[in-house]
């Protein structure tokens, strides 16, 4: 019955960031951030998804930090970033290009990963001249750009008027989820997991999600349930690749095949078998990796010299 934030033990705790600061966005949003690795290494920007935290890059930050600096930040109203302000994909872009222009320094450029709403983080962006000029590649991870209730699998229907309404309904529930019991994991896991997804993995995934406050993830979800970034992906114009799970049910595979044929640079489409949506953390190496891939071949010489 435990109401931690995140696990505090084993490959999904978080790790102490080499330093932590606060960007200010547009309206004057208070964005924590963490930065991990040394300062001289190639930067990789990740952008964490609905009701989560910089605590779900955990894995990714363990592995990337090795060789890269590792940036992450807790979205508006989740983590330690403070509610308030507005909630939508314009303010999604104005606080990454707000941590864009807070960590990198003068004609540095990062690798920018977003899962889920993070995803959305990156297309709503795309196009902007804070965002183009400090971003050299982006992965986008376990997202789609429209029509993300309607494509919904969590409510065990056949598509519909009918699938559609209840899925709305739960997805934007203002109800608290409470402390994380065994049947709190069985939902979660049922909704956004993989039915082979390991106890540690739902654990990690549960203390996250149940820590994001009810009123920050009801307003974020009116978001979401009118989202359409479809016009936005032309914009995206730089290397892109897309990941996604075959068994993911928030975001169904048809979303990542259709951002792959939009994308103007997309560089590949990684379908991880038998993963669900939450795969940074259900699988973290296939995650690192890709973001890996990006890494320019400028940045890795300057690394290496």
């Known amino acids: 019955m435990s109401r931690l934030t995140h696990v505090t033990s084993g490959p999904y705790a978080p790790p102490a960031a080499r330093r932590e600061l606060v960007a200010t966005s547009a309206d004057g949003a208070r964005l924590h951030v963490e930065v991990h690795g040394e300062e001289d290494a190639p930067p990789v920007v990740l952008a964490h998804g609905w009701t989560c935290s910089t605590a779900f890059w955990a894995a990714q930050i363990r592995e990337l930090c090795r060789d890269h600096r590792v940036i992450a930040y807790d979205q508006r109203g ?92 739960v997805l934007g529930s203002r109800a608290p989820l409470g402390p994380v019991t065994p049947l709190a994991r069985k939902v979660l896991k049922y909704a956004t997991m993989a039915p082979g997804s390991a106890p540690d993995k739902v654990e990690a995934c549960a203390r996250v999600v149940h820590a994001c406050p009810a009123p920050v993830r009801h307003a974020w979800s009116q978001v979401l349930a009118g989202l359409d970034l479809e016009r936005q992906l032309a914009r995206l114009t730089l290397p892109t690749a897309v990941l996604c799970g075959t068994a993911d049910r928030l975001t169904p595979i048809t979303h990542a095949r259709r951002l792959a044929a939009a994308l103007p640079r997309c560089t590949g489409l990684t379908e991880l078998t038998g993963t669900g949506h939450m795969t940074p953390i259900e699988a973290p190496e296939a995650v690192s990796s890709a973001i890996r891939t990006l890494v320019s071949p400028v940045d890795a010489k300057e690394k290496a010299s």
């Not at 920018?112 to 991870?141: E, I, K, N, W, Y």
């Open 78 to 169: 989740h983590g330690r970033s403070p509610a308030g302000g507005l909630y939508s994909t314009d303010s999604l872009a104005d606080d990454l290009v707000a941590v864009l222009a807070a960590t990198l320094g003068e004609g540095e450029r990062a690798v920018v990963a977003g899962h889920s709403m993070g995803g959305m983080t990156v297309m709503a962006a795309a196009g902007r001249p804070g965002f183009d000029s400090r971003v050299s590649a982006a992965l986008l991870c376990s997202t789609g750009a429209a029509r993300l209730v309607e494509e919904a699998r969590v409510v065990p229907l056949g598509p519909g008027r009918a699938r559609t309404r209840i899925t709305r309904a």
